[in-house]
């Protein structure tokens, strides 16, 4: 989510790492990713990729090293794609129903 934090007025870059892996490395391959900094989880999935990881960082350049210096040297990973989120004020912070609607008019 790229959002401003208002007590350290620090950008975050928000993105999606949608990983391929050999076969059989699913559950070493998510545990060592989820441990990176800079992601904040990493789960196997069913589809077309293995894990998919979410990651927060200040930068495109730790971003890059992120996926380039780090996932992608995660014994198994074949593969990356990165999905940088580009929507991030569609949610606000809490519950479903904190969500911001701007098509919906207040009450």
Do not use: C
């Not at 350290?8 to 490395?25: D, H, K, M, N, Q």
């Not at 990729?49 to 927060?56: C, G, M, R, V, Y």
């Amino acid at each position: 989510m790229l959002h401003l934090e208002t007590e350290s007025a620090i950008l975050r870059l928000a993105s999606y790492v949608l990983i391929e892996l050999a076969p059989g490395t699913s559950k070493a391959a998510a545990e060592a990713i989820s441990k990176i900094g800079g992601v904040k989880m990493a789960h196997a999935v069913t589809g077309p990729f293995d894990i998919i990881a979410f990651a927060e960082v200040p930068d495109f350049a730790t971003l890059s090293d992120l996926v380039l210096a780090k996932i992608q040297n995660v014994e198994g990973v074949r593969k990356t794609q990165t999905a940088v989120v580009v929507t991030p004020d569609v949610l606000a912070p809490g519950p479903p129903w904190t969500r911001k609607d701007k098509s919906r008019k207040s009450a």
